[in-house]
């Protein structure tokens, strides 16, 4: 029988509350960043501001705000950079158990679940995007992108002459939904996936009292 050694040096795997720690600092950290940067663009302009002045405005090195952005229009717009390939990826997952419809929806409510609950910062963010045509360009490239994507995967799983055109409309009508969401959880200061789920369950249910 081979006996299983472990080397006294060699570290232990990390527990599933340290990993959570640790993914709980982590986002923690994008999130004092991503605040940071907001907040000098809204007060200097973008051409202003660098990734070095946003890593001190967040209390970090330079060197860790190039660990978790790639460049300062990243952190501005919060988008981390795979984004697009995990929402991609959990799609084809889920649309294997669950209908289309269900699956991207399900995709679309793990994707917000990460954005900042803060009104006061969100609606900062919609001033500085208003401000800075270049910053809309690069979110309206990366949504288009990650779409086209989304509408590819569930073209190839719907069945039907015309899955292609289901597949657009379903992706259209999701985006649609998660900015109804959005407006809605400005409005009523509820959290954004609360008001997600509440606008996907009027969306199906027209008898539903929110």
Do not use: C
Not at 19 to 45: C, F, N, P, S, W
């Amino acid at each position: 029988m081979t006996e299983t050694r472990h080397h006294a040096d060699a570290p232990a795997d990390p527990a599933p509350a340290e990993l959570g720690l640790r993914e709980q600092k982590k986002r923690q950290t994008r999130l004092d960043m991503h605040q940071a940067a907001i907040e000098l663009v809204a007060e200097h302009g973008l051409s202003a501001v660098t990734a070095q002045m946003i890593a001190q405005r967040a209390g970090v090195s330079t060197r860790t705000f190039f660990n978790h952005w790639s460049t300062k229009e990243a952190a501005i717009l919060g988008v981390i950079g795979d984004e697009g390939p995990r929402a991609v990826a959990s799609l084809r997952e889920k649309i294997g158990v669950m209908g289309a419809r269900q699956a991207l929806h399900a995709v679309m409510r793990d994707g917000i679940a990460n954005v900042p609950v803060d009104p006061e910062l969100r609606e900062l963010k919609k001033k500085v995007m208003a401000k800075e045509p270049s910053l809309q360009s690069i979110s309206s490239g990366n949504l288009q992108h990650m779409q086209a994507e989304l509408v590819d995967v569930l073209a190839e799983a719907l069945d039907g002459e015309y899955a292609r055109d289901h597949a657009v409309i379903l992706v259209q009508v999701a985006f649609a939904l998660m900015r109804s969401a959005f407006a809605i959880s400005m409005r009523r200061g509820i959290d954004l996936v609360r008001a997600f789920d509440q606008v996907v369950a009027l969306y199906e249910r027209d008898d539903l009292d929110i």
